[in-house]
């Protein structure tokens, strides 16, 4: 009778060379502004499958990662505005050739699905709108919240919206205004399109909109700059591109 000894061994063998193959697999960390998380949770998971690396991601605004980083987080990789990552490569926290644009996107207006949509066709239309409200959702850290905070001082609004304002801590203002705490949201459009409940109304006028440019960075002295690399050439691939567009991001073209 044959012995199943050799037959085990190469089973053991097997297992061994699959452990080993995992173990030796990057783990990634990546630190990723809000606007992007929709396109991440599509996409990461094919990567993963075809590199063999582990992503670990987490997700906060573009200002709360500025602030973990300045606190000394230290993930491989992160995703916010092309201002911030400017500010992280001039304190030495990012690595300057690393820079890697990736998608860009504006502010719109969102209502609860099925809500009447108010017209905000230009600046006068939108201030209107704005002033008609009974509350408006918007962040407090985000990116959106912060510009939009601005635009109210530079509309002449700001003391009138004050009682309408719902500041959120973080979030979507699309959730808000679909519990029906606000009936207007302000964020960046592919926030608006990431909440189930909400509809966008549209984005805002040309002459007071926002583009805001999504950038990925490595940091210094990351041990997985190669595997960050790799991440941004996937982004960059035609089947990546369509998805930040389905998203509401306009994909950086290379």
Not at 59 to 74: H, R, Y
Not at 136 to 152: D, I, K, N, W
Request: hydrophobic share 45%; proline share 4%.
């Amino acid at each position: 009778m044959r012995s199943p000894l050799p037959h085990a061994l190469f089973i053991l063998g097997a297992i061994a060379m699959t452990t080993a193959t995992q173990g030796n697999a990057a783990e990634l960390k990546l630190l990723a502004s809000t606007a992007v998380k929709t396109v991440l949770d599509e996409v990461l998971e094919q990567h993963e499958r075809a590199s063999g690396d582990k992503i670990t991601v987490s997700i906060a605004s573009s200002a709360v990662i500025m602030q973990k980083l300045k606190a000394g987080e230290t993930p491989d990789m992160v995703i916010l505005t092309k201002e911030g990552i400017a500010e992280l490569i001039k304190d030495g926290k990012v690595a300057a050739d690393s820079r890697a644009e990736l998608a860009s996107a504006g502010l719109g207006i969102a209502v609860k699905r099925g809500a009447p949509k108010p017209d905000i066709s230009d600046v006068e239309a939108l201030k209107k709108t704005l002033l008609a409200s009974k509350s408006v959702a918007y962040t407090a850290s985000g990116a959106s919240g912060l510009y939009f905070a601005q635009l109210l001082e530079k509309l002449g609004i700001a003391e009138a919206m004050k009682p309408k304002s719902n500041v959120l801590k973080s979030g979507l203002a699309g959730d808000a205004v679909g519990r029906g705490e606000s009936d207007i949201g302000v964020q960046m459009i592919s926030e608006i399109l990431a909440a189930p409940t909400a509809e966008l109304v549209g984005p805002f006028p040309a002459e007071v909109q926002s583009t805001m440019v999504f950038t990925a960075g490595t940091l210094t002295g990351s041990a997985r700059s190669n595997e960050a690399k790799a991440l941004v050439t996937y982004f960059r691939t035609p089947a990546v591109a369509k998805v930040f567009k389905d998203k509401g991001l306009d994909p950086v073209v290379r």
